[in-house]
């Protein structure tokens, strides 16, 4: 049942047909006019370009961010958690409708900024607003990703290490960052696979001039009626996203010494 969804877009992906209506005849038409159309293969790179630079924002915010909730006393950890995950209970829809009235003509960021001089800087439906949709969004799952992580670090192999005499900018990179790793390839699967395929986001934050994959697919199904196209896309999409999942399990089986284990066990 739970794969049922997913061979009946499969199915759509491999035949004609359009609004709703399918004509039984097996072709890869669909998959040639998506990978022979420069458009869509455009939008397939600015899509994947826009969902890597969010990945890397939330990493460089959310381990500092991580790292210094984990070295706070449980209460004071608590309290944090729970502040970082009280927005999560709203609707990721109406959190970003919220930023439409925060960034918009006359909102708190512009007039913040008309204060200082940049009166004529547009923040709404631009690249930087479609990113920072998506790192608010997304940055909590990096931050409790990694903070679960560098919680279950043994904390005697800092004593450990300092005891061994490695300052602490040593001990963090020999010891605290290779254990967090697992957190952090954690949190990128969370942030890059969401982001890459979101399709809401840029199109309210950026007002239909970022066109995402996301929205490419929305677009074939709602409004132009084209499912085999549209389901071929997704059927594109999903292999990127399972490719790029086999890829992070590998860094973390690597990382973790499964996968030098596994290749010294078939020798």
């Not at 560098?150 to 254990?179: C, H, I, Q, R, Y």
């Not at 990128?188 to 696979?193: D, G, K, M, N």
């Not at 196209?229 to 973390?252: N, P």
Request: proline share 4%.
């Amino acid at each position: 049942m739970l794969l049922l969804p997913m061979l009946l877009i499969a199915f759509y992906s491999m035949t004609n047909g359009g609004n709703g209506v399918v004509n039984f005849m097996f072709t890869f038409d669909n998959f040639k006019r998506f990978f022979t159309d420069p458009d869509f293969l455009l939008i397939l790179w600015r899509s994947i370009s826009i969902a890597l630079k969010t990945t890397v924002i939330c990493i460089l915010i959310g381990y500092p961010t991580a790292y210094f909730i984990s070295r706070c006393s449980e209460r004071v950890s608590q309290i944090l958690i729970l502040m970082i995950t009280l927005p999560m209970w709203i609707n990721m829809l109406v959190r970003t409708y919220a930023w439409i009235g925060l960034l918009s003509d006359g909102g708190i960021f512009q007039s913040l900024l008309s204060m200082i001089g940049f009166n004529h800087s547009q923040l709404l439906y631009t690249e930087g607003a479609v990113m920072l949709g998506m790192v608010y969004n997304f940055i909590p799952f990096m931050i409790l990703q990694i903070n679960t992580s560098l919680s279950k670090m043994d904390k005697s192999l800092l004593e450990a290490s300092a005891d061994l005499g490695a300052n602490p900018k040593k001990t963090f990179w020999k010891v605290t960052f290779p254990l967090s790793l697992p957190g952090i390839i954690s949190g990128i699967s969370l942030v890059f696979l969401p982001a890459v395929s979101s399709f809401f986001i840029p199109k309210l934050l950026g007002g239909g001039q970022y066109f995402l994959i996301g929205n490419v697919i929305e677009n074939q199904f709602i409004t132009v009626g084209e499912w085999n196209f549209g389901s071929a896309i997704s059927m594109i999409m999903a292999v990127i996203m399972m490719i790029s999942m086999y890829a992070v399990r590998q860094v973390e089986l690597r990382n973790s010494g499964k996968g030098k284990e596994k290749k010294t066990h078939e020798k």
